[in-house]
């Protein structure tokens, strides 16, 4: 069992996890996320960088402006991943598991 750890990282930033709430609604441009997180401009690309550089959201020019989308997949791996660390942390409360100590 191993948790993608550059996922958990990057998401972990308030202003980033923000972004993907919003992401999760629609496609939107970076004028957009600046607004509704009232964030500066080179802030938003930045994060929208290192959101795009882990694979959680893709881009898509059109025009002048480029719309980011969230990449579910990346969510959906990410939670499964967790739901087994869980499944495992039940079967092991429920059995009472113990290392015994030296």
Same mark, same amino acid.
Request: neutral net charge.
């Given at each position: ?13 308030? @202003? ?11 496609? @939107? ?9 009232? &964030? ?8 929208? *960088? ?13 025009? #002048? ?7 579910? $997949?990346?969510?959906?791996?990410? &939670?499964? $991943? ?5 499944? &495992?942390? *039940?079967?092991? #409360?429920?059995?009472? *598991? ?5």
């Amino acid at each position: 069992m191993s948790v993608e750890t550059d996922v958990l990282k990057v998401l972990s930033d308030p @202003l980033r996890a923000r972004i993907v709430t919003l992401l999760a609604g629609e496609a @939107l441009c970076t004028c957009h996320l600046v607004e509704e997180t009232g &964030a500066k401009q080179t802030n938003i690309s930045n994060h929208l *960088r290192v959101l795009k550089e882990a694979g959680v959201v893709d881009s898509e020019p059109c025009g #002048r402006f480029t719309y980011y989308r969230l990449r579910p $997949q990346a969510l959906e791996s990410l &939670a499964a $991943q967790l739901g087994e660390i869980a499944d &495992a942390a *039940r079967a092991a #409360r429920a059995a009472d *598991r113990k290392r015994p100590c030296p």
